[in-house]
């Protein structure tokens, strides 16, 4: 089991994982939505298409951008279409 935490809080975790460039892409139905804020960021990967981010919200914390997911990957990404991957504050393990 995968698991991604945030301050001793487990925000997502699953079996079922997607590793791509050493980060574990959680189904998004893994994820506790509860613990994901609004953010309007995006980047732009080559291969991958454009990223959306989340901030991540735990016990009063924001992790500013600190999930992100590709809504509409590129053909050569589609594995990771409905996946959210984190960073920053969060632990996957």
Known sequence: MVKATCRGVVIAESE???VVEGNHYFPVDSVKRDHLGASETTSYCGWKGTANYHDVV????TSK???WYYADPKPEAAEIKGRVAFWKDVTVS
């Open 16 to 18: 079922d994982t997607v």
């Open 58 to 61: 735990v016990a009063g914390h």
């Open 65 to 67: 951008d600190a999930a």
